[in-house]
T-cell receptor, first 113, second 117 residues
Framework: SQKIEQNSEALNIQEGKTATLTCNYT??????LQWYRQDPGRGPVFLLL?????KEKRKERLKVTFDTTLKQSLFHITASQPADSATYLC????????????FGRGTSLIVHP | GAGVSQTPSNKVTEKGKYVELRCDPI?????LYWYRQSLGQGPEFLIY????????DSGLPNDRFFAVRPEGSVSTLKIQRTERGDSAVYLC???????????????FGEGSWLTVV
């Protein structure tokens, strides 16, 4: 069956360090992969998208990598700040269909001052 | 409005009652999605509309759940004979033109928190 796995344990890091979150998937052929941020009590907010033929994407302090051989995406936040504390969701949009995003359960990031 | 609007933001209902949740998407967005999110989980797909028609309703858990979008804009998610297990946040999202070329970025509302007691 199709699975999207994100670490259920919270990631605790110190301010200024780089946070790295992992998204692994099985039995998918994604056209692209997306990362969203979700704050408590709020809806998810889109951050970045990376296509199947792209290896890396950057946006300000954010970097996403996509390895379709390993079936893995890494999401990095450099120079992390306490305001980056949130849950980060990975979503896959499968090819050959209507590109409906399917979400992982998310990983909570806590940046300590 | 500028974003996706959902009402009510909170709803407490008794087991067995009927509930309607409303979504007003971003103006001009043809695609509309309903997701359900339980505590500690990611959003779970329920139904997708392209215009007025339900293009994919494979995520609806059973026939107590139904959604409409009669004029291709506002959508209503309807839940009949609510059960305690229906308690969750119901998220609506919209996108301008889904598909490979657009990357299908979707924009979420803040959700309707449903509690069935």
């Amino acid at each position: 069956s199709q699975k999207i796995e994100q670490n259920s344990e919270a990631l605790n890091i110190q301010e200024g360090k780089t946070a790295t979150l992992t998204c692994n998937y099985t039995n998918y052929s994604p056209a692209y992969l997306q990362w969203y941020r979700q704050d408590p009590g709020r809806g998810p907010v889109f951050l970045l998208l990376i296509r199947e033929n792209e290896k890396e994407k950057r946006k300000e302090r954010l970097k996403v990598t996509f390895d379709t051989t390993l079936k893995q995406s890494l999401f990095h936040i450099t120079a992390s700040q306490p305001a980056d504390s949130a849950t980060y969701l990975c979503a896959l949009c499968a090819s050959g269909g209507s590109y409906i995003p399917t979400f992982g359960r998310g990983t909570s990031l806590i940046v300590h001052p | 409005g500028a974003g996706v609007s959902q009402t009510p933001s909170n709803k407490v209902t008794e087991k067995g009652k009927y509930v309607e949740l409303r979504c007003d998407p971003i103006s001009g967005h043809t695609a509309l999605y309903w997701y359900r999110q339980s505590l500690g989980q990611g959003p779970e797909f329920l139904i997708y509309f392209q215009g007025t028609g339900a293009a994919d309703d494979s995520g609806l858990p059973n026939d107590r759940f139904f959604a409409v979008r009669p004029e291709g804009s506002v959508s209503t998610l309807k839940i009949q004979r609510t059960e305690r297990g229906d308690s969750a946040v119901y998220l609506c999202a919209s996108s301008p033109s889904p598909g490979r070329s657009s990357g299908n970025t979707i924009y979420f509302g803040e959700g309707s928190w449903l509690t069935v007691v």
